[in-house]
């Protein structure tokens, strides 16, 4: 019993872990582009004007990445901690 | 309750045998108007088949079975609920606005672009999983669970419902909007038919049959937005993938805008527009002596044409100028006041396309920076609180498959999000360098077809007879449905386009109409004033609240309110302040308790609604009150971080939460492992 209690209170710690260096992903992904639009709309990316592409387009394939990693991620920790669904 | 692969291969079969059916039938129109059927036929054919298509679906799934109707027997696989999702959050606004506001505002726009996919990562890492774990009806139920007891929970109730009404009214006048233009029925019976079609689905089956409807809605809306883009970049770059390739149309636009903003007739029509806009200034500055002018004036020029003996035509025209001037002084304050502004606006040009923070100096520059980080920022936040998306994800089999339907989601949401920029340039390029400058007598039939509506304007100000862009005025929600008429398609695009709208007008609405419905059924009467009701009871409940709501937003709607797209961000801002700390926190912080939560929710909703009251002309409010010039619009920026901060505080001032909530907190915390003592305790 103390077992499981200790791997489940591991797996939260990894959780958080996970979900805050994707948050801080998330943040950098959804801000910094905005901020800074005018200096990287001085930059070409295929026609793109930078700044532009970032908010088009970027961002949004980050976003996406984001949350595919975060899925495949949780599997393997509920994986590791041996608390996934064995049916 | 699990999801079994036979399930899974069933449910495709059925889609793609669907999808393919759709296109014959769209395939069948083009050869259908090739010989010669009128576009309102095609119009009516695509409205009616597609609406007989979510009504059987609707029928086919009708339910008396509780977790049936609340949350589809708990057993959508990932895919599908990403379909789902992907249809039940694209609304009206998104299908049929988005594409518009950025061919007008460029840059600006992409604020909803990255706000309205980037809030998906808040949904999959902070709630999603969790809420599909705690694993009950609907987003109060977490509420009153976690910070024990019903005051939690009519909070909820209360911000739940008026978010979701205030989005559903603006779904119905949508459909209204599209019904009318493209079968030809009155506004207000367009409403109502919109209205049969959103019950067929939502009535019969609640959360079952609105989920297969919304996967069905959602093939037709994706392909009738990814369609009509793609034949126009094939015409312009010779490559059918917009997405890949409008970053050479928008540099070569980028070109064409130079050119149009240095060319001299331009800005002479828009010094003109300046004089228009002066002369507003003064007769507001006159009133009310100016408007007894107007009006004299006009009078006499009613009683010349008519002894003149003057074409009947010209005299009905100024005896409606006549009639259409304003009654009072007050009136004309108010109505010249934005002729004024609308002059004003005509007098400079419009920002290039791909100019980031546009503004006169840098004060202004810096003053779009920030509200486009903030409306960033509140259509991230609201979009992770909304309630119907939410409980969406209980709808799944098991926490592992609602994380994977959140990735479905965002990518089924991110290909028309990815697209709809491209839409933007694509058109603008058309309008540039097709339309702009060219003979005003022999412009295309759409300009003359769409005009009568009122929503295309052309005002030859100079006196040319050219075409300059000061002069053209494009209703912004007309945008999407004319493209295909700028780029010459064929009719049956349009009509494509306008199925694909009424698809995300309907799908938004039935989903919005369910957590209304549900919220004050199963959280209202359900849970506090009857929690005795038999099964039989609490459907009988819900399905007659559903037909309240239902017929009065539709009768809202019907009125006509001129500020919905207001009252959609507003929504955002609502659900953003009230539910987001409160719910992150809940699962993320034990000891956030129940007097944190209750003043932390009111603290955000509360300093929400007043900055709205504070800055907002409707309510009598002015910019000049604005805290760092933010737009009301993003008002949220400031109920979201107080909500935090007021949940933190009371939270610490007060007792921790009992034991049995912890150990709630902690349940929902883990992963899927079979059933537990908490389950098992609440029958689920």
Known sequence: MSDIRARQRAYWRATLRLTSVLLLAWAAASFLPGWFAEDLNTFSFYGWPLGFYMAAQGALIIFLVIVWIYDRWMTRLERRYGLHDKD | ?684
């Open chain 2, 1 to 684: 309750m699990t999801t079994t692969p036979a399930l899974f291969r069933r449910l495709g079969r059925y889609y793609a045998v669907y999808a393919v059916g759709f296109v014959c039938l769209v395939i069948f129109l083009a050869v259908a108007e090739q010989l010669g059927l009128s576009p309102r036929w095609i119009g009516q054919i695509f409205l009616f088949s597609t609406i007989a298509i979510y009504a059987a679906i609707g029928v086919m799934s009708r339910t008396s079975d509780v977790s049936e109707y609340y949350v589809a027997g708990r057993r959508v696989p990932a895919l599908f609920n990403g379909m789902a999702t992907a249809a039940d959050w694209m609304s009206a606004a998104s299908f049929i606005g988005l594409a518009g506001t950025l061919y007008y505002t460029g840059f600006v726009g992409l604020a909803f672009v990255t706000g309205w996919t980037g809030g998906y990562v808040l949904v999959a890492l902070l709630l999603a999983p969790f809420l599909r774990k705690f694993g009950q009806f609907t987003i109060p139920d977490f509420l009153g669970a976690r910070y024990e007891g019903h005051f939690a929970r009519v909070v909820g109730v209360f911000a739940g419902v008026l978010a979701s009404f205030v989005y559903v009214v603006a779904q119905i006048y949508g459909v209204g909007l599209i019904t009318s233009r493209f079968i030809g029925i009155e506004f207000e019976i367009g409403v109502f038919v919109g209205l049969a079609g959103i019950l067929v689905c939502s009535f019969l089956g609640g959360m079952r049959a609105v989920t297969w409807t919304q996967v069905a809605q959602y093939l037709i809306l994706i392909i009738a937005y990814l369609v009509p883009v793609a034949i126009l970049s094939y015409k312009v770059t010779g490559v059918p993938v917009p997405q890949a390739v409008y970053g050479e149309v928008l540099r070569d636009l980028g070109v064409k805008e130079l050119e149009l903003f240095s060319e001299p007739r331009e800005n002479e029509v828009r010094l003109q527009y300046r004089y228009r806009a002066e002369e507003y200034a003064r007769k507001i500055a006159d009133l009310p002596e100016s408007l007894a002018a107007e009006r004299t004036g006009q009078v006499e020029r009613v009683t010349e044409l008519r002894t003149q003996g003057a074409a009947a035509r010209e005299i009905a025209a100024a005896e409606r100028t006549l009639r259409d001037l304003p009654r009072t002084p007050d009136d004309a304050r108010i109505k010249w006041e934005r002729a004024r502004q609308d002059s004003l606006a005509r007098s400079v040009h419009p920002p290039p396309h791909a100019e980031a923070h546009p503004g006169a100096d840098q004060a202004a520059k810096d003053s779009a920076r920030n509200n486009f980080i903030a409306l960033t920022f509140v259509l991230m936040v609201g979009t992770a609180a909304l309630p119907h998306i939410l409980m969406r994800y209980y709808t799944t089999p098991s926490v592992r498959e609602a994380r994977r339907s959140v990735f479905w989601s965002l990518f089924f949401i991110f290909l028309l999000y990815v697209t709809a920029p491209a839409y933007a340039v694509f058109a603008k390029w058309e309008v540039y360098s097709n339309l702009i400058g060219t003979d005003i007598g022999s412009l295309p039939g759409w300009v003359a077809s769409w005009g009568k509506g009122g929503l295309v304007k052309i005002e030859d100000i100079n006196g040319d007879g050219i075409l300059q862009l000061a002069e053209l005025t494009i209703n912004s929600d007309a945008i999407l449905l004319i493209i295909p008429e700028i780029a010459g398609l064929p009719y049956v695009v349009s009509g494509l386009v306008a199925a694909g709208g009424l698809a995300a007008a309907l799908s938004t609405a039935d989903g919005l109409l369910l957590t209304i419905s549900h919220a004050l059924s199963h959280d209202l009467y359900y849970k506090m004033v009857n929690p005795q009701a038999s099964t039989q009871r609490r459907l009988v409940i819900t399905k007659s609240q559903l037909l309240v709501v239902a017929v009065v937003a539709a009768w809202v709607a019907s009125l006509r309110p001129d500020s919905i797209l207001f009252m959609v961000g507003l929504a955002f801002s609502i659900a953003a302040s009230a539910f987001f700390p409160a719910l992150v926190l809940g699962i993320f912080w034990k000891r956030a308790n129940k007097w944190g939560a209750v003043a932390g929710m009111l603290a955000g909703l509360g300093i929400t609604l007043y900055y709205i009251v504070r800055t907002h002309p409707f309510f009598g409010g002015s910019m000049g009150d604005a805290w760092f010039d933010i737009n009301p619009i993003s008002c949220g920026v400031f109920g979201v971080p107080v909500g935090f901060i007021v949940i933190a505080v009371v939270s610490l001032l007060t007792p921790p939460p009992p034991l049995e909530v912890q150990a709630l907190v902690d349940f929902v915390r883990m992963p899927d492992q079979g059933r537990n003592a908490f389950e098992a305790e609440n029958r689920l």
